[in-house]
């Protein structure tokens, strides 16, 4: 009998230099996309498909990440005394319950393979969450959610990657996947290939890995083993690749859009597309966006 998915993993402690000097001190996963840091978001995505427990893998000078997901006395108080309810009732439904997360440190920049093989201690032997913050993923139901649907549904369980439609002649800058038909609902595939940025004309398909997985705990093991890689750095794909040699993989296909919070285009993309689709902010905003745009 499988065991059900309660922890995700987020690895944090990353230096964001792609976004200085913003991220000089910041780092770059408390930036915010409308109202909220983009670290939040992932994190609502994760409890909206029932993750118990969220671990974080940060690094030096990543502290706020920390208070952030803890509560503040001092401003919950002014914000009682004030009379301001619903900025109260907002930060208490964001607040994790006592013991649901968890902060190890990654102490040097090698790779996201070993942000994982951090968190291994706290996440043990069971099946766990991956996901990637600076990737948002916007649909009308949360991408994990989907993925975990889609792991229950599957007797053997086995290892989940969330996938999305890329055009074919961007391929080679992605990480790349090779499936086979579809099954279930027709958004699952069992995977056959798994390919970091192909050459140019050489993808198997054009389904890209967005960031969401659901991974086996024997990852660790192989991660612990595990050479380094490009950059240097212990990569993931290398340890999949190992790892799908004797368990399966599946890729569920995400249907809705998804904003790379690394980049600076992304993260301008990624506030536009939540803004837009906020109740309260949509109409105005985009009357504003109207007219600015009317200007260049």
């Known amino acids: 009998m499988k065991k059900p998915i309660r922890k995700a993993v987020f690895p944090v402690a990353g230096l964001g230099t792609r976004f200085l000097p913003a991220t000089k001190a910041m780092p770059k996963e408390m930036l915010t996309v409308v109202d909220r840091p983009v670290i939040q978001h992932v994190v609502d995505e994760a409890r909206a498909a029932g993750i118990e427990h969220c671990v974080f893998v940060t690094g030096r000078n990543k502290g706020v990440i920390e208070d952030h997901f803890d509560s503040q006395f001092e401003l ?39 942000a994982v093989w951090c968190a291994r201690d706290i996440v043990g032997d069971e099946p766990f969450a991956l996901l990637l913050p600076d990737m948002l993923h916007l649909g009308v139901r949360p991408c994990l959610a989907e993925m975990i649907e889609a792991y229950e549904a599957h007797a053997t369980g086995g290892n989940m990657i969330a996938v999305y439609e890329v055009p074919a002649d ?49 990852i ?37 859009d998804i904003y790379d919070c690394g980049s600076k285009l992304g993260f301008l993309a990624a506030n536009a597309a939540y803004a837009l689709s906020n109740p309260e902010l949509g109409a105005d905003y985009r009357r504003d966006l109207e007219a600015l745009l009317a200007k260049r």
């Open 170 to 218: 961007q391929t080679h800058q992605y990480g790349i996947t090779g499936v086979g038909e579809a099954i279930g609902n027709g958004k699952v595939y069992p995977i056959t290939q798994m390919i970091e940025k192909p050459a140019k004309g050489t993808a198997p398909s054009n389904l890209a890995i967005s960031g969401r997985y659901i991974l086996q705990p024997e």
């Open 76 to 114: 919950e108080r002014t914000l009682e005394t004030r009379g301001k309810t619903r900025e109260l009732e907002q930060l208490r439904r964001d607040l994790p319950g006592p013991g649901q997360t968890s902060f190890t440190r990654q102490q040097g920049p090698l790779g996201l393979g070993h």
């Open 220 to 256: 660790f093991d192989l991660l612990a083993r595990q050479e380094r890689g490009a950059g240097g750095e212990i990569q993931l794909t290398d340890a999949m690749i190992t790892l799908s040699k004797s368990q399966p993989f599946f890729a569920t296909r995400f249907d809705g």
